[in-house]
């Protein structure tokens, strides 16, 4: 099965800046809340550093729980980003794309976040395509 490459958006994305409030929210015990705007957010600003090489691509199966990723996140993809050791990413491996945690060394390897799942011992770097990395994940709480 040949893997292609995910294609960007032509278009550029439409700006939706929504308020963005300075005080932070406690996890622990709740605190007054603040009506201090600290300014407007624009989610495309804020998650997509290189627009042109950016795409998402949805999760599937549970090999990235421990990771934060759930099956039906929506997965933030940069391939203008350079793939370092222990980042998540987007490759093709026999034909496959997966997402998996990257260890370059001290041998090649795609490792799972679930312990059901074995790492994918990588022979040789020319058999293994990376197609960018994971720099957000969007999940659902509802």
Request: hydrophobic content about 45%.
């Amino acid at each position: 099965m040949p893997v292609t490459t995910p294609q960007p958006c032509a278009k550029d994305p439409i700006a939706l800046r929504l308020p963005l409030f300075l005080e932070r929210v406690a996890a622990g015990f709740p605190s007054p809340a603040q009506d201090y705007v600290d300014q407007a957010l624009d989610l495309n600003e804020l998650c997509i550093e290189h627009p042109a090489a950016t795409y998402f691509v949805r999760a599937a199966g549970e090999s990235m729980l421990g990771a934060g990723i759930h099956p039906g996140d929506i997965l933030v993809v940069d391939r203008a980003a350079e793939a370092r050791q222990n980042d998540i990413v987007i490759a093709a491996w026999q034909g496959e794309l997966t997402v998996k945690r990257l260890e370059l060394h001290p041998s090649l390897r795609l490792v799972a976040e679930n312990d059901d799942y074995p790492p994918i011992e990588i022979p040789d770097p020319e058999m293994l395509e990376v197609f960018g990395v994971v720099t957000y994940v969007i999940h659902a709480l509802r």
